[in-house]
């Protein structure tokens, strides 16, 4: 989709520019005369509105650093220093706190758009695997940022989520013992995770530049799952698709704000304004809520190693979702067996977070070990299967006649119009 | 040229072999200390014993410790304990190993092993459950042990894992009598 430049300066200096660093040229080809599909709704404005939580995420985060110590016998003191000491930072430190909730909430809708319109299909295979290192930084960097404040849960939270490498054969221990530098999490832990919580941000920064390079290479996707033909598919990025994102941006801000300015904790643990005490666990240990899906199935399996197997797997799982989805056709709009498979998925996927939510016990077992088992199934078994015996429905011959087909039947009067 | 090209090539292969070479060394040579970096550094190593005196603790009560900053668990055993410990066989354990670092790695999990001969009412184990390293809480659990509230394994009244996912016993420090109520752990 990436045509002849139509960027012509007609300002001399940018023109001198242009010449000589032709960057201009690429914002102007990328985010103004980009040809996007005329289809796209309101799932696919979470690319965009992901972009500016990162941006959001890392201007609060440089700001907070001004502020905090990471070492143990201050870091705890430091949050709380911040949130009532420092001008304006108990707003600074609640949006970086309950912007963490709200990347996640973004990331978890786009990867699910990806699904449902099977983004992931060839030839954006390369895209959707950058997608899902994204998805694994992000989650390192969460992880890694939640432990700083120094809390019970900050703490305990670390000490499980390391003890996952234990598990590795033969080297597990050393492989710890690495990670902490030390015995057991302690400041040598902190301080490296803070360093770390710094720079992934930044290496998150050069993967998406790459995901949006591939995503300009192949061309967005969009509801029908036909490809673009011709110009008649598409419009320029600037300005319907960016006062679309913009649009979708603030209505995405406002519950964002709702939740910083009269629940920021509502999405965290009270535990965590206990400070972190080595020598006690608190009675129920859980992750953040983002991570509960994955904890489920962690803790699903009753072995450690494929405990572990099973949790990471499960992320890297998708990133053969193109191989696994045999299917030609993308989007699930015209699969009707598929579309149904992909909301009992969802289902599924919420139902593991509120078992990780819960304790180890009784009927929670066995209800995670049931998910689990359909998660992996829906993946391995389902998809592959389904693509081949699924009888899809007909296609629309182009995304311009998909268009003008559903005006058509919804306001014929709007059509001379058009 | 071309009598130049002959002439030079190997002297041109030399130079591409030693230079790799030199960087292939010298990439590992940075990248030790950039990962050694990591593990534990002097001062954490140097923390390396404590002493305590378990005259204090009453049957039945356990104390949590600190060493190399994870807690150690030392309790008073009641005689119901030890003997409900003794009658299991080991056979029964998920465990068959003691994970006593006092005695050889491949001694069975009985409750002797566990602890010190003639000392058999104190119980020193590491609070750190082998599943993910929570720390179990006493008194609680099916087997009269401990029960680790993260992802529900019970151990029993010796600190062998019974139930639940944590594939080991609770380990053993290495630790000796220094006399008849004092023990050095470390």
């Known amino acids: 989709m990436s045509g002849h430049s139509t960027y012509n300066p007609t300002n001399p200096v940018m023109k001198w520019l242009d010449d000589r660093l032709p960057m201009p040229r690429l914002m102007y080809d990328s985010f103004v005369s980009y040809p996007v599909p005329r289809n796209l709704n309101y799932w696919y404005t979470f690319g965009g509105i992901l972009m500016i939580m990162l941006v959001s995420q890392i201007i609060t985060g440089v700001v907070l650093v001004m502020h905090y110590t990471p070492d143990t016998s201050m870091a705890f003191d430091s949050i709380e220093h911040i949130r009532r000491n420092v001008n304006y930072g108990n707003i600074l430190q609640k949006w970086h706190a309950v912007g963490a909730s709200f990347f996640f909430i973004a990331v978890y809708i786009h990867i699910a758009r990806g699904m449902y319109y099977g983004s992931y299909k060839a030839p954006r295979e390369i895209l959707w695997m950058l997608g899902v290192v994204i998805f694994l930084v992000m989650m390192a960097t969460g992880f890694m940022g939640y432990v700083l404040p120094w809390g019970q849960m900050s703490f305990w939270g670390a000490k499980v989520i390391t003890n996952l490498f234990s598990a590795v054969p033969f080297f597990g221990e050393p492989i710890v013992t690495w990670l902490w530098g030390g015995f057991s999490v302690d400041n040598a832990t902190l301080q490296r995770f803070f360093s770390l919580h710094y720079l992934l941000p930044f290496v998150l920064v050069g993967v998406v530049i790459l995901h949006v390079w591939a995503l300009h290479v192949t061309g967005q996707t969009n509801p029908t799952g036909v490809e673009v033909k011709s110009g008649q598919d598409t419009l320029p990025f600037t300005p319907y698709a960016t006062v679309k994102d913009a649009f979708a941006l603030c209505v995405f801000f406002l519950f964002f704000c709702a939740f910083v300015f009269y629940a920021p904790d509502y999405l965290g643990h009270s535990i965590n304004y206990q400070e972190a005490n080595p020598l006690s666990t608190p009675a129920h240990i859980v992750p953040e809520w983002y991570y509960l899906p994955f904890y489920a199935i962690l803790r699903a399996i009753p072995d450690k190693l494929l405990g572990v197997v099973a949790m990471f797997g499960s992320i890297l799982i998708w990133f053969a979702l193109p191989w696994l989805d045999t299917s030609k056709v993308r989007s699930a709009a015209y699969r009707p067996i598929y579309k149904q498979l992909f909301w009992i998925l969802m289902i599924v996927f919420f139902g593991l977070g509120v078992v990780g939510a819960n304790p180890p016990e009784g009927w929670w077992i066995t209800a995670g070990q049931i998910l689990t088992f359909y998660y992996f199934a829906h993946f391995l078994v389902l998809l592959p299967l389904v693509g081949l015996l699924e009888t899809p429905k007909p296609l629309p011959s182009s995304i311009s006649d998909a268009v003008l087909a559903s005006n058509g039947a919804k306001a014929p009067a709007a059509q001379p119009a058009e | ?186």
């Open chain 2, 1 to 186: 040229m071309s009598t130049a090209d002959a002439h030079d090539a190997n002297r041109r292969d030399f130079l591409y072999i030693a230079t790799g070479a030199v960087g292939a060394v010298g990439a590992a040579s940075v990248a030790i200390p950039l990962i050694d970096q990591m593990n534990p550094s002097a001062d954490v190593l140097a923390l390396a014993s404590i002493e305590v005196n378990l005259e204090p603790i009453e049957e039945g009560q356990s104390i949590t410790v600190t060493w190399r900053g994870n807690p150690v668990i030392i309790r008073h055993r009641t005689a119901k304990e030890i003997e409900e410990a003794k009658a299991t066989p080991v056979s029964d354990l998920p465990d068959g190993l003691a994970r006593n670092a006092n005695l050889a790695e491949n001694a069975p999990a009985t409750d002797e092993n566990r602890v010190v001969d003639g000392k058999e009412q104190y119980l020193v184990q590491m609070g750190v459950c082998t599943h993910l390293g929570c720390v179990p809480i006493g008194n609680e659990g099916d087997y009269d042990g401990w029960f680790c509230p993260c992802h529900g394994s019970h151990y029993d009244s010796a600190g062998r894992i019974r139930k639940g996912p944590a594939p080991e016993n609770l380990h053993v420090p290495q630790y000796t009598y220094v006399s008849d109520t004092q023990i050095k752990i470390g």
